[in-house]
């Protein structure tokens, strides 16, 4: 029974909570975030102080990386050797940290990610300015604990007697917080501390004006003040890194892009990787080479273009899909009075500025105890000289070293210190010269003790100290600024060009929704037949395009997409596209009405669209340019059951003709519609009765002098001239187009502005399909019912008239007559 009371019964998630509670406060404290005081995290604090004590310094011959890890274990970081050796390695390079605090002999790795060699092929020291945040640490300056076995003391921080926080940052992740400082400048860093301690009230637009922003150490440019003064203000803020890049000319008209710096923290060898998948993927058009010259003499990473290369273009898309440009986020977490805080630049200066008073004071109180201890020895000293004969009278008549200190101190009033002294001075110590030397010594300590007890009383003559320190730390270690600030963020433009290899390809869309496109190649060789598609389906479109150019595709739903041809499948003409579905979804009733080619979306073009329930919309092209391709967008805005029957490209002065299915026309002028936006819903193009619709819209020049042709659901075609009708206005009824007749009156299916050269497709319910040639048909008035071209008692009624696609070059400049 005895034995079972040892173990308490707990709930698991209470134990795990408090135990994972334990373990967060352990890895915020004391592994992954950095000290606001002397920016360091406590291994690198434990290594610096090791080598310190090792008398590991910058002055004397470098040491086994190995003895120093050991060392660091064994006193007072009991973890892995790797993660010691990782810190260590680290703080000694040079393109992560912008002052290093570690030299190192051999490999320590390379800014392509390579890992350093072992420890114990490499020899490490403390650089000469690590020296400087250990300055003084003898002094007391700092407080000690016990480490982890009670052996020995260490440090809680570093004297520091520069601010290392922010001159060579700190990245790390704990438990619910992360921390991302990055380097800065040491003399504008100096700087801005100065400014801070003479004018406490100095805010972050002033500061600024002398710490302009992070100083990385792999150089580069910073674009974006307005989120390095947000990061300053709050402790967070975005910025944007980019490295050195330029454009050099090279022989043969070629020019290739030079890159000498890379931002910071990118690992070189995968953004080289990354350029030159880029390259083989062809996701860039004028990339010949990618080749790492990186040599000793400096970083150099050379992009060889190809002739005619828009090298700007080039420069861009690298800029806006590698690693050349990176976004780089502000976290200015740090342990502040022993708690993660989220820091403004006013507040990590001031932190450091009171450290500093701190450890200033504590030195002063060290050397001040020093002083008056010896003051007080020398004082003896002087007076034991004055009446040495006595002096040595009454040692030489004691019995040994403790009589004699006791018989001085009965006899002559001298303290126990001072009998100390007196009895274990050496006797060349006696002669006149030491005398004088005594003297000049203890004047020398009234001035110090006298300096010091001002300096104690005084705040003011204490920041001048501190002041004085710092400015000459900036004369020993300043160097120029690496990195470029500029004020504002680039928007970087890729042109279409730069990324699609330009090239002429035939592109195909059928009724049914299969788009493609087939490269000429693969046209010819079949010579324009066995082109694939399903047997009720029907080709809509079928344009010879450059792979630069856009497809705009609207469905009868009012939807539209927006598909650049480069995107397009590349499939062969005898086998069958790729259905829409797959690219962008659609809804199950939706199929296209129209494809439009676009090159240019140009402010003079207008897209006129008609609408089953009478209405007509004219909006220009350039607002269907889109960035999304995903998705398909809104054309129209339709009311209620309303569907989309045609859509038209026009420059704004052509003739608009509508009908509908109880077969009256409208004519009238394009400029009657005035221009809407793209969400608009439209007027009203044609007065409809009950149970009446719109059958076509059709939009065309009427100095061609077209020919108009009807079909009718009873297998009826008929032609007619254009001026059969007047031009009226909009939002009419229009007038007759066919003989009313008393039982089976004909009905529209579709009607259609025709040339010479077209043929139109009749098909009917059975899907049995007829071509029939418009011109073969003479031209009839307003009052007949055409020609019966299909027998729809055996056929089924007429449900669908096209006119039969060729073979498009939209964008070829017409001939000039001559």
Same mark, same amino acid.
Not at 88 to 111: A, C, D, F, I, Y
Not at 176 to 201: C, F, Q
Not at 591 to 610: G, Q, T
């Given at each position: ?63 086994? %990386? ?10 007072? *970081? ?26 190192? *002999? ?123 003064? #947000? ?73 060889? /273009? ?14 806006? *899909? ?13 342990? *502040? ?9 006013p507040m990590i200066l001031d932190a450091y500025i009171a450290h500093q008073r701190n450890v200033v004071t504590r030195q002063a109180e060290y050397d001040l105890r020093k002083a008056k201890k010896r003051a007080h020895i020398v004082e003896g000293l002087i007076k034991a000289i004055s009446i040495l004969d006595e002096v040595i009278a009454t040692i030489r008549a004691s019995k040994d070293k403790q009589d004699a200190k006791q018989q001085l101190i009965a006899k002559y009033d001298f303290t126990e210190v001072q009998s100390e002294a007196i009895v274990t001075l050496q006797l060349y110590r006696l002669t006149n010269t030491d005398i ?42 300043? +160097? ?29 869309? !059928? ?6 496109? !087939? ?39 009012g939807k539209y997409l927006y598909l650049p041809v480069h995107k397009l499948p590349d499939i062969r003409w005898k086998d069958l596209g790729q259905h829409i579905a797959n690219i962008v979804q659609l809804e199950k009733e939706e199929y296209f009405v129209e494809a439009i080619p676009v090159r240019a979306f140009k402010e003079d073009r207008f897209l006129v669209f008609f609408t089953k329930n009478g209405m007509v919309k004219k909006s220009e092209l350039s607002l ?26 026009? +420059?704004?002065?052509? %003739? ?9 026309? /409208?004519?009238? @002028? ?102 029939? @040639? ?29 006119? #039969? ?14």
């Amino acid at each position: 029974m005895a034995e079972a009371e040892k173990f308490l019964d707990l709930p698991f998630e209470e134990v795990l909570g408090d135990r994972f509670g334990r373990y967060s406060k352990y890895i915020i404290q004391e592994r992954a975030l950095p000290d606001t005081r002397d920016g360091l995290k406590p291994v690198q604090r434990r290594i610096l102080y090791a080598m310190h004590q090792e008398r590991n310094t910058f002055d004397k011959p470098y040491r086994k %990386s190995a003895k120093t890890v050991g060392t660091v274990i064994g006193n007072y *970081h009991p973890h892995g050797d790797t993660s010691v050796y990782d810190a260590m390695v680290r703080l000694s390079q040079t393109w992560k940290v912008r002052n290093p605090l570690v030299e190192m *002999h051999g490999n320590n790795g390379s800014v392509d990610g390579d890992p350093p060699a072992a420890m114990r092929y490499t020899e490490a020291r403390l650089s000469s300015i690590s020296s400087e945040l250990l300055r003084d640490i003898e002094k007391e300056t700092v407080e000690f604990i016990p480490n982890f076995d009670d052996t020995i003391e260490e440090p809680t921080v570093l004297p520091a007697k520069f601010p290392n926080l922010l001159v060579n940052g700190s990245t790390g992740i704990s438990a619910g917080y992360a921390t991302e400082i990055p380097p800065h400048n040491l003399g504008e860093v100096i700087d801005a501390v100065i400014m801070r301690i003479d004018k406490p009230s100095a805010g972050v637009p002033e500061l600024m004006t002398k710490l302009s922003g992070p100083d990385f150490p792999t150089g580069g440019t910073i674009q974006g003040i307005d989120g390095i003064r #947000k990061a300053y203000e709050t402790g967070k803020g975005k910025i944007v890194v980019r490295g050195r890049a330029e454009i050099q000319k090279v022989r043969g008209g070629r020019e290739q892009i030079i890159i000498d710096e890379i931002p910071y923290e990118v690992n070189k060898a995968s953004m080289v990787k990354r350029m030159d998948e880029l390259r083989i993927d062809r996701k860039v058009e004028g990339i010949a080479e990618v080749r790492d010259e990186t040599d000793r003499t400096g970083l150099r990473v050379v992009v060889e /273009l190809k002739k005619d290369a828009n090298s700007e273009g080039v420069l861009n898309y690298l800029f806006k *899909h590698t690693d050349l440009q990176i976004s780089y986020n502000f976290n200015m977490v740090a342990i *502040h009075d022993r708690t993660p805080t989220l820091l403004s630049l006013p507040m990590i200066l001031d932190a450091y500025i009171a450290h500093q008073r701190n450890v200033v004071t504590r030195q002063a109180e060290y050397d001040l105890r020093k002083a008056k201890k010896r003051a007080h020895i020398v004082e003896g000293l002087i007076k034991a000289i004055s009446i040495l004969d006595e002096v040595i009278a009454t040692i030489r008549a004691s019995k040994d070293k403790q009589d004699a200190k006791q018989q001085l101190i009965a006899k002559y009033d001298f303290t126990e210190v001072q009998s100390e002294a007196i009895v274990t001075l050496q006797l060349y110590r006696l002669t006149n010269t030491d005398i004088t030397l005594l003297q000049k010594e203890a004047e020398e300590l009234r001035k110090q003790i006298e300096y010091l007890e001002k300096l104690l009383n005084n705040q003011h003559e204490l920041m001048k100290v501190i002041k004085a320190d710092l400015r000459s730390m900036k004369k020993k270690y300043n +160097d120029p600024r690496l990195t470029q600030i500029e004020e504002q963020v680039e928007e970087l433009k890729v042109d279409l060009e730069v990324t699609v290899a330009s090239e002429d390809v035939l592109v195909s869309v !059928t009724k049914d929704g299969y788009i493609k496109r !087939t490269s000429l190649r693969s046209y010819a060789a079949s010579n324009g037949e066995d082109f694939a598609m399903k047997e009720e389906d029907h080709i809509l479109r079928l344009f010879e395009m450059n792979t630069t150019d856009t497809i705009l595709l609207f469905t009868n739903l009012g939807k539209y997409l927006y598909l650049p041809v480069h995107k397009l499948p590349d499939i062969r003409w005898k086998d069958l596209g790729q259905h829409i579905a797959n690219i962008v979804q659609l809804e199950k009733e939706e199929y296209f009405v129209e494809a439009i080619p676009v090159r240019a979306f140009k402010e003079d073009r207008f897209l006129v669209f008609f609408t089953k329930n009478g209405m007509v919309k004219k909006s220009e092209l350039s607002l269907y340019q889109a960035q999304r391709h995903s998705k398909s967008l809104v054309a129209i805005n339709l009311k209620g059951d309303d569907e989309v029957v045609d859509v038209h490209m026009t +420059d704004g002065s052509q %003739s608009i003709f509508v009908a509908s299915n109880k077969a009256y026309g /409208l004519w009238f @002028h394009e400029e009657e519609i005035n221009p809407v936006g793209q969400r608009a819903a439209g007027v009203k193009a044609m007065n409809l009765k009950d149970d009446d619709i719109l059958v076509s819209g059709q939009a065309f020049d009427e100095a061609d002098d077209p020919s108009l042709i009807i079909t009718t659901h009873r297998g009826a075609v008929k032609r007619m001239r254009l001026k059969e009708f007047d031009r009226t206005s909009r939002a009419k009824r229009g007038v007759i187009m066919l003989r009313e007749l008393k039982s089976n009156p004909h009905r529209l299916v579709d009607l259609h502005v025709v040339k010479n050269t077209d043929n139109v497709m009749i098909k009917s319910v059975n899907q049995e399909t007829l071509a029939v @040639h418009p011109m073969d048909f003479k031209a009839n008035d307003r009052y007949s019912n055409g020609s019966y071209v299909m027998d729809t008692e055996q056929s089924g009624g007429v449900v669908e008239a096209w006119i #039969k696609p060729e073979y498009e070059k939209p964008f070829e400049e017409p001939e000039q007559e001559i």
